[in-house]
């Protein structure tokens, strides 16, 4: 079997050396054929300059450079329609993904799982508002989303090579791997690992990729918001409905007199209108929403992939190359 390991870069000079030093002393320990695949997100430094070094001493790595800057998510997109191993692993290029945890997830793959999703315990680095805003954040897209999305993943995960050519059909624009990847369905297992500081370098995630990630998720996962104003609509037009009994129950018991001149056809007026508008906006919401879905394109099924032959038989000899 051949393993692929994804990894997207960006302005990465400060670590991009020791990354690879340590990655590679990973994957020498693992019985398999391995290539590295570094994507260079148009990195404005030293960065490819680096990885070009680090080819021409290992032909093992391999490196794809973007055109200019295009985000995580599509640099490791890039990287997975590139990557032709059997298992593909997507990481981090700063140290924050343990590459430690390889083995773990490639003896998941070998018991048959075609997703192995990671899931960060807690980031000492990250601060008290970031780790609020993310949980709250899955929880609201666990609430918005028909896909179950698993809080605090990572994008460090393992892929199956049927995953992965599940995954290339995606071509939606706005892209949010973690919800994709539980979205396709396959069988997938959960590693922990803690969340470890950066190598060197600082964040390139800065708070509009971050806020553009997140409205990604809420936005091609849930089409609830276009529908909102359907419910707003019905309460005003049930405010509009307990006015009009309010006013027949007062002229029935005689108490007309109490009702200020005008007040009952103004405010019937602005509710009803304002009801049924919202309703309206609402229906043309869903319609909206239905285009939406349609112009993703996304495949309409996958078969599940069948059990890979000879796993079992891999695990054993596995077991038999760490006696040795
Ligand atoms: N990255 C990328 N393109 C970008 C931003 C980030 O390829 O536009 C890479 C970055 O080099 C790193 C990974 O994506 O390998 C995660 O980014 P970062 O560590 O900055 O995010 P954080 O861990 O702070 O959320
Ligand atoms: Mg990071």
């Not at 609201?140 to 993943?153: K, M």
């Not at 460090?156 to 995606?170: D, H, I, N, W």
């Not at 959960?190 to 409205?215: D, I, N, T």
Request: net charge neutral.
């Amino acid at each position: 079997m051949r393993l692929s390991v994804v990894v997207p870069v960006y302005n990465e000079e400060a670590v991009v050396l020791s990354f690879h030093a340590r990655l590679a002393g990973v994957l020498d320990g693992v019985p398999c054929a391995w290539e590295i695949c570094y994507v260079d997100d148009g990195s404005t430094d030293q960065t490819a300059e680096m990885i070009r070094h680090i080819m021409n001493a290992d032909a093992r790595v391999r490196l794809l450079q973007l055109s200019r800057n295009f985000g995580h998510q599509v640099a490791l997109t890039a990287g997975m329609d590139h990557a032709d191993g059997d298992a593909v692993i997507t990481m981090d290029g700063d140290g924050q993904h343990p590459p430690e945890l390889i083995p773990e997830l490639l003896a998941l793959y070998q018991k048959g799982y075609d997703l192995v999703l990671t899931q960060r315990r807690a980031d000492k680095d990250a601060g008290l508002i970031k780790r609020l805003t993310s949980r709250g954040f899955y929880w609201l897209i666990n609430r918005l989303s028909q896909t179950y999305i698993l809080p605090d993943s990572a994008d460090f995960r393992l892929m199956s090579r049927e995953a992965v050519l599940g995954l290339r059909q995606v071509r939606e624009q706005h892209r949010f791997l973690r919800g994709i990847v539980t979205w396709m369905g396959f069988s997938w297992a959960v590693v922990h690992f803690q969340a470890q500081p950066r190598l060197a370098g600082c964040s390139k995630y800065s708070s509009r990729k971050m806020l553009e990630l997140a409205g990604n998720a809420v936005f091609s996962f849930s089409t609830v918001p276009l529908r909102l104003a359907i419910w707003m609509g019905f309460i005003l037009l049930f405010f509009s409905a307990t006015e009009v009994a309010w006013v027949l129950y007062l002229i029935s018991v005689g108490r007309q007199a109490e009702l200020v001149p005008g007040w009952t056809s103004l405010m019937l007026a602005l509710l009803g209108i304002g009801g049924v508008q919202l309703v309206l906006l609402g229906l043309v919401g869903q319609y909206v929403g239905l285009i939406f879905q349609e112009t993703k394109k996304r495949p309409l099924y996958f078969l599940k992939p069948q059990p890979r032959r000879g796993a079992a038989a891999e695990t054993v000899e596995i077991e038999e190359n760490l006696r040795v």
